[in-house]
Nanobody, 120 residues
Framework: QVQLVESGGGLVQPGGSLRLSCAAS????????MGWYLQAPGKQRELVAV???????NYADSVKGRFTISRDNAKNTVYLQMNSLKPEDTAVYYC??????????????WGQGTQVTVSS
């Protein structure tokens, strides 16, 4: 089985920074992609950033230039460095990982979510 554990959320003032981390453990053959989604009450989860096994990245327009996604392949961990935080960034952030088995089957797993609150 695969488990994702998130950490790094919290309360920060506008203009501040946080770094989220998400570590995957379990039966992993290879990771195709890892990323972050956010979810506000009553709304669908929205993509924040994704990084592939080839280290290509994609960001939501609202976070370009402020957030940076990175990964540590040896630790099966993905990070989200969040700078110049705004109140509009307040949400629960969910990590996800897409893995492949040796046979080529893919699976997607989700973390438990971590709260980010930006307020003065």
């Amino acid at each position: 089985q695969v488990q994702l554990v998130e950490s790094g959320g919290g309360l920060v003032q506008p203009g501040g920074s946080l770094r989220l981390s998400c570590a995957a453990s379990g039966s992993i053959f290879s990771i195709n992609a890892m990323g972050w989604y956010l979810q506000a009450p009553g709304k669908q989860r929205e993509l924040v950033a994704v990084i592939t096994s080839g280290d290509s990245t994609n960001y939501a327009d609202s976070v370009k230039g402020r957030f940076t996604i990175s990964r540590d392949n040896a630790k099966n961990t993905v990070y989200l460095q969040m700078n110049s935080l705004k109140p509009e960034d307040t949400a629960v952030y969910y990590c996800y990982v897409q893995i492949s088995t040796v046979s080529g089957t893919t699976y997607t797993y989700w973390g438990q979510g971590t709260q980010v609150t930006v307020s003065s």
